[in-house]
């Protein structure tokens, strides 16, 4: 095959893939949180696996992981013994679970709101890559939420620890930050 063909197959179904994607919506993503996500962000920046490792290597911005924590299993014995499934991520990020679903809590609003000000000590224009897994809106919607909040660099990675692991990239082990105890 031709480099021309190559490029002219390699556009197509790029923009057919893209095609796919569902259209940003004006709100935050209330349901289905496991499904295709929209190609753009207004005001964030989408960020390929490329681009976010080269902001990890180079340490220049906070890493959110914002992936759900599994609920403990109804009817569950309140004595029997319950281990969450561990969480691997992006090394060095902070894991604020359960921030990106579409409506919050007024204790998880201010879990996110105190867990942002933690990881970016107070400045609101250091750079924020927010994930969760691929096709997972838990990232988007936080992203979004940061935005609201007047975070000014907020870069969205839409491909996620899934993303980054097929890459070949380390994961490490991460627990919630502080303050999200069952």
Not at 17 to 43: F, I, K, Q, W
Not at 73 to 82: E, M, R, S
Not at 104 to 116: I, M
Not at 151 to 169: L, Q
């Amino acid at each position: 095959m031709s480099l021309r063909a190559a490029t002219i197959l390699l556009a197509f179904f790029g923009t057919a893939a893209a095609a796919e994607r569902p259209p940003e919506p004006s709100g935050y993503r209330l349901g289905d949180y496991r499904a295709p996500v929209p190609a753009t962000l207004a005001g964030a920046r989408v960020l390929s696996t490329a681009d976010v490792f080269g902001l990890w290597r180079d340490k220049a911005a906070v890493f959110i992981d914002v992936l759900p924590r599994p609920p403990r299993p109804a009817g569950l014995p309140p004595d029997a013994v319950w281990r969450d499934k561990p969480r691997y991520d992006i090394p060095g990020s902070a894991w604020l679970p359960d921030t990106g679903f579409g409506a919050l809590s007024e204790a998880a609003q201010r879990y996110f709101e105190e867990g942002l000000e933690t990881a970016t000590a107070n400045d609101r224009r250091r750079a924020i890559v927010f994930y969760c897994l691929a096709d997972c809106w838990m990232s988007w919607n936080a992203a979004k939420r940061a935005l609201a909040l007047g975070y000014a660099s907020v870069g969205w990675y839409p491909e996620g620890a899934d993303g980054w692991e097929k890459a070949g990239h380390p994961l490490e082990p991460r627990e919630p930050e502080p303050g999200r105890e069952r």
